[in-house]
């Protein structure tokens, strides 16, 4: 080492950070697999990307400004290329869509249009972190991008058990109390209520209504995040915001799945008073600020032009590729059925849930999944997935992998299926390793 | 405030932290007066914005991916619309002009690609922010958005004595070697060599030489801020960084000012090897990774399309631009004059500093320049500019204004001079407040 080069440890993040660890090592796999057939990428489907919205859906926005919103030229061009409104420039729009949609009525002051939700999801950890003894709370195992949000933030996530209801109430209420006893305090819980990231798994109408009223009691925040709801299907259950009736619930959402993952636009609904006269949402703004100054105005517009062409829906928009999720979830779940029988845990140490909808299904196994494993599986086995320690941040953390059938064909879940099966057999035939 | 309120102190920013405090004030004052001449916003010249060119640069992207990298047509839309490369997609492209215009030798593993120089400027913020005896230093007065992504990182910034050469040095080694003694690590010093914000001035050919070896000395960082060094024209100085030949610099650069401000696209070139065998980008790409994901691919290949188009080259890109500025900026300091004469000083208690180029100047006053006085400026004489006291952070703070000029038109300076001047003869007639 010369003495221009910089010591690892006096960098953040340390070695000691594993969920950033986590991140790299994961895509640093993918990456050196490029012909595996990967259920680790929770990637939208691409079959239906086209390049050609991107300058329709901006000509669209452009037009609303112009023929609806009856601003002249000038300052259609201001509004799209110059700095602009932090919070961003087309909220009635998505205030319109949130309506639509989601049956949220949310004010346009109170919406905050973030870099993607990872955005959105950095600056409320970061808004709520405002002493040392603030936590925040979230079921383990939960999404590693909130826990990295956490992390970067350096507020810590208190684990909350998981239920096959998708989260147990009763133990969120222990360690909110227990939390407290020990001088800490908690400020908002994390969780996906549908198609949760790595579940799968949703909150049902008990739970969901149990909840709120819980976070009542316990004078908690709930920090709501929605990626999958509108591309789950039938049967969609209202949202914890649109049955927020006191203010308890900041939204979270996301265009990548639902517009395209490069757009990189997401957004919160903040609408929580602060006792200075404001919203959250100023709060979160001036954070953002300081993080991005403003979301381009061009990807917004290509969000807002997409919305305008789909009558504000973009559950309508997404037909196709909601038939496509569903379509590929049943062959997984159905794949998994035909390979590994009725006695799946007895004969071959595995079982699995059973999500409705979404990118995600777990296989939960016998036998010890983790890193080790993952590489001898893309390199014997050709086939990729997530180990689900990497979502785990405390508890108990039965062995398993997160599969994702999201932008697979049918016949590449077969294929990969095949394959994910030989290796289990591989594994249980005792071979792992000796076959390298 | 009923129980799902939020009391103001319990969110961070506090009330204390004052950089983001400066900004949204300075936001507001400037939406209530919408009317009023504005040498307040830093903001590019809005003549030649042109919204065909963001479809059109980004068909040039697409044929350049397809004709010159060679990729089919499911690779280019996986680029443009897909999750992507979290340093960023068009590398080879910002390498290439970084080399055509700056004579930075870059490699492309080196580059992050950032939502606007903001991220950059955060995430650099971050990573060196791993203990907490770890401080930045940059010349007070300085830029608020270094500031306050400084704040938002947790880490201090050491206030240097400025001076006519834009820098003092000998106070730069003082207070590295007192903060030192104070137990204290400096790890990065944060310069805009090149017409800084907010003071215009940039460092000599003798101060950079010595800054570079100074830092080597230190064993210091330099992280080299560079928005307005392709618009400057002529007699244009050489880089810190192409001048580094240690790896002693971290390059900070911005499209707004070259291609649009809207497009929120930025870099940082972090070549700096770490003791475990990576380099710095590395990890400020693990921490972006938590903050934005990935930069939009659509923004990246408009700036990328746009480079395409100009072989390379923003400085050639913008030669209208930088004429523009040039123009403007001579007309502001001509108006000074014209206004306030030779004996300025003596006759109406102002004086100013004579940049080469850029956004900026500053008018020194000897009478006090506060965000009151802002107000009644903006409220009586329908001018408004930014009061000095925003960008200091520490030392000593000459009263005074930054007055920008980048936006206007001559015959806007000549109106906002007019009102500046009137303004300055009715604070010194001490009618000031009593005409409100």
């Avoid at 600056?123 to 990295?148: K, M, N, Q």
């Avoid at 909601?322 to 779940?333: C, G």
Wanted: contains cysteine; glycine residues 10%; proline residues 5%.
């Amino acid at each position: 080492m010369t003495d221009h080069d910089i010591p690892a440890d006096q960098l953040f993040p340390g070695t000691g950070d594993s969920v950033l660890d986590s991140m790299s090592f994961l895509s640093e796999v993918a990456e050196r697999h490029p012909g595996a057939v990967s259920f680790a990428a929770g990637r939208p489907y691409e079959g239906y990307f086209d390049p050609e919205s991107i300058p329709r859906h901006i000509e669209t926005y452009r037009r609303y400004l112009r023929d609806t919103a009856g601003l002249d030229d000038t300052v259609v061009r201001q509004r799209l290329m110059q700095y602009g409104s932090t919070k961003g420039i087309a909220r009635e729009v998505l205030a319109e869509h949130l309506l639509r949609d989601e049956g949220i009525d949310a004010d346009v002051d109170a919406i905050v249009t973030t870099v993607g939700c990872q955005e959105a999801m950095y600056i409320t950890a970061r808004a709520l972190h405002s002493r040392p003894e603030d936590v925040l709370l979230a079921v383990s195992p939960t999404y590693s991008g909130f826990l990295g949000a956490a992390a970067l933030a350096g507020i810590r996530v208190l684990p909350v058990a998981d239920s096959p209801d998708g989260m147990d109430l009763d133990d969120l209420s222990r360690t909110v109390r227990s939390a407290r006893a020990a001088g800490l305090r908690p400020r908002a819980l994390y969780v996906v209520p549908d198609f949760a990231n790595p579940s799968g798994m949703s909150l049902d109408e008990r739970t969901r209504s149990h909840l709120l009223a819980l976070a009542g009691e316990l004078d908690l925040l709930i920090v709501e995040d929605s990626p999958y709801r509108l591309i789950g299907g039938e049967g969609r259950r209202a949202s914890l915001k649109a049955r927020d009736t006191e203010r308890r619930v900041l939204h979270l959402g996301s265009f990548a799945k639902t517009v395209f993952p490069g757009v990189r636009v997401g957004y919160c609904v903040a609408d929580q008073r602060t006792d200075d006269g404001g919203v959250l949402a100023d709060r979160l703004a001036r954070i953002k600020s300081m993080v991005t100054v403003n979301t381009s105005p061009v990807t917004q517009a290509i969000v807002a032009g997409c919305l305008l062409e789909h009558d504000f829906s973009l559950e309508s928009a997404n037909t196709r590729e909601t038939a496509a999720y569903r379509r590929n979830l049943t062959h997984l779940l159905e794949g998994l059925t035909a390979r590994f029988g009725p006695d799946a845990h007895e004969e071959h140490g595995v079982s699995w849930n059973v999500p409705t909808g979404g990118f995600f299904a777990v296989l939960t196994t016998d036998f010890t999944v983790d890193d080790a494993l993952l590489e001898h599986s893309a390199d014997r086995y050709g086939v990729l997935w997530t180990p689900m320690h990497h979502f785990f941040h405390g508890g108990p953390q039965p062995s398993g992998m997160r599969l994702s059938c999201s932008s697979l064909s049918p016949a590449e879940i077969d294929t990969g299926l095949d394959r994910l099966a030989a290796m289990v057999a591989g594994v249980r035939a005792g071979c792992r390793g000796g076959d390298r």
